[in-house]
């Protein structure tokens, strides 16, 4: 199993990105996949899941429509588009997988993370 993560990078404030979730070694259909991020000296929080099995998706209070999460089965990935960044988006953003959307703690894979800055 791996979870491969890119599309970070360095972007001024009010700018956009989207970061790609690629799996590998296990089919993304019947599992769950979030987007996580841990801002300097923060506690690693979930960003956005989506729970390819059911279709649920969840959101963190801060993203405040701002980012979606969507999926792409037939590439296996999962994409998070992120508009209108904050410099207080600025972590480092890891994709996770498990069976449902779980909290940190609870979530079975974990990918390398990828950097993103937000400058003001």
């Known amino acids: 199993v791996q979870l491969v993560e890119s599309g970070g990078g360095l972007v001024q404030a009010g700018g956009s990105l989207r970061l790609s979730c690629a799996a590998s070694?296990?089919?993304?259909?019947?599992?769950?996949i979030g987007w996580f991020r841990q801002g300097p000296g923060k506690e690693r929080e979930r960003v956005a899941c989506?729970?390819?099995?059911?279709?649920?998706?969840y959101y963190g209070p801060f993203v405040k429509g701002r980012f979606t999460i969507s999926s792409d089965t037939a590439r296996n990935t999962v994409y998070l588009q992120m508009n209108g960044l904050e410099p207080e988006d600025t972590a480092v953003y890891y994709c996770a997988a498990a069976s449902l959307c779980y909290s940190v703690a609870l979530m079975d894979y974990w990918g390398q993370g990828i950097d993103v800055s937000v400058s003001s």
């Open positions: 989506i729970s390819n099995s059911d279709g649920n998706i």
């Open positions: 070694g296990f089919s993304i259909h019947d599992w769950a």
